[in-house]
């Protein structure tokens, strides 16, 4: 037991596992659409989140980083030396994959990059001053979830349709759809969690806005509708099976741990698992089924 809780707080610390989790939803999106996997694609999502989380870390590095009341800021910069090297390593292989993909993925990603930063940039005029997207209300989560969605589902779209790929577009918007309410759910127990912290930044939450309480129960109601969009998608059984699966245990994580153990701070990324977990239970359930 106590080798798992290092492996799995190894994981949250060094990101690698946001950066799998990336990863995972992407392959999940060639699944979903019956396509053969672009290994590349792939690689770059995973790397490319790995690179970003960790720069994100390395700009914020607080004056005396063995001080903080976080244990995840006390081990990043206690190995800082692994965090560069980890970070030197995901953007090498980015840049090695730019070279095995088609120049509209690549510039598909410098949108994806560009709408990423817009959430930070002064580009709104908001009360006399210029802010940027954070600062409008709500805005956090349904920026988080639109930016994983052009990443996991629409650039494996560019690049199929840059190799002359046919696609059902229906079950592509559908996907994006089911993915985008996905993503929602996984990320709002976060803001629950994070709700002291948002209002110290004067950041409007979803969870800031409607309180601890409707917050979570907000994220069962959105399961339950997610679950019912499942139901009516244009998939086969076994898919559903899959995809109605996970939304079971992810409703157990909730229930049992997330949402009961407020103490904790690290447990709200078991939701970062249940990204990983979909993929693994939808490939699980195909392959016996």
């Known amino acids: 037991m106590d080798v798992l809780k290092k492996v799995y707080y ?13 990863a995972s939803q992407c392959v999940l999106t060639y699944v979903i659409l019956d396509q053969e996997v672009n290994g590349y694609i792939a690689l770059i999502e995973g790397a490319a ?3 970003l989380y960790n720069f994100s870390l390395i700009l914020s590095k607080p004056q005396h980083p063995e001080r ?4 995840r800021t006390r081990w990043v910069f206690k190995y800082e030396r692994f965090l560069l ?24 990603l410098g949108i994806i990059g560009l709408v990423s930063v817009l959430y930070s940039l002064p580009i709104i005029p908001l009360r006399g001053r210029w802010g ?31 190799n002359n790929i046919l696609v059902n577009l229906n079950l592509l918007y559908y996907l994006a759809g089911l993915k985008f309410l996905f993503l929602i ?12 912290q948002d209002s110290y930044y004067h950041l409007r939450t979803l969870p800031n806005m409607l309180g601890e309480s409707r917050a979570k129960s907000l994220c069962y109601l959105l399961l339950s509708l997610h679950s019912l969009f499942i139901i009516g998608a244009p998939y086969d059984l ?23 153990r407020n103490d904790h701070y690290h447990y709200a990324y078991l939701l970062d698992v249940s990204l990983v977990l979909q993929f693994v239970v939808v490939v699980f359930v195909q392959y016996f089924a």
Not at 68 to 71: E, G, K, L, Q, V
Not at 238 to 260: E, H
């Open 10 to 22: 190894f994981l949250i610390f060094s990101n690698m596992l946001i950066a799998l989790a990336a």
């Open 185 to 196: 759910i996984c990320t709002l127990p976060f803001d629950i969690r994070d709700i002291k």
């Open 49 to 51: 989140t790995l690179a």
């Open 132 to 162: 940027g997207l954070r600062q409008i209300p709500a805005m956090k989560i349904f920026h988080i979830a639109f930016v994983w969605v052009l990443s996991s589902v629409f650039l494996p779209y560019i690049e199929l349709y840059s």
């Open 238 to 260: 076994v898919l559903k099976m899959g995809l109605l699966l996970t939304n079971a245990m992810i409703c157990l994580l909730l229930k049992l741990i997330v949402f009961k």
């Open 68 to 71: 903080s009341i976080y244990a």
């Open 85 to 108: 090297i980890n970070t030197f390593i995901a953007a090498c292989i980015c840049i090695w994959c730019l070279f095995h993909i088609h120049l509209y993925s690549i510039l598909f």
